[in-house]
Nanobody
Framework: QVQVVESGGGSVQPGGSLRLSCAAS????????MAWYRQAPGKQRELVAR???????TYAGSVKGRFTISGDNAKNTVYLQMNSLKPEDAAVYYC?????????????WGQGTQVTVSS
């Protein structure tokens, strides 16, 4: 069984920084992609950033230049460095990984971690 666990959420003032981490454990053959999503109250879950196994990245326009996604394939871990945080960044952040335990892969989600941005 594969498990994905996030950490690093919390409360910060506008302009502050937070770093989220997400680690996968279990019978993992490979992880083809890692991503962070977020969902604010009353809104749909949206992609924040994504990193492929080859290191290529994609960012939502609203976070480009402020957030940085990075991955450590050896540790099955993905990070999200969030700088210059704005109140509109407040949401529950979810880690997502496309994990292969054999020939087939599956989208695997973490439980979410709360990020609050307020003065």
């Amino acid at each position: 069984q594969v498990q994905v666990v996030e950490s690093g959420g919390g409360s910060v003032q506008p302009g502050g920084s937070l770093r989220l981490s997400c680690a996968a454990s279990g019978s993992i053959f490979s992880i083809d992609a890692m991503a962070w999503y977020r969902q604010a109250p009353g809104k749909q879950r949206e992609l924040v950033a994504r990193i492929s196994r080859d290191g290529s990245t994609t960012y939502a326009g609203s976070v480009k230049g402020r957030f940085t996604i990075s991955g450590d394939n050896a540790k099955n871990t993905v990070y999200l460095q969030m700088n210059s945080l704005k109140p509109e960044d407040a949401a529950v952040y979810y880690c997502n990984m496309y994990i292969k335990t054999g020939l087939l892969g599956h989208d695997t989600w973490g439980q979410g971690t709360q990020v609050t941005v307020s003065s």
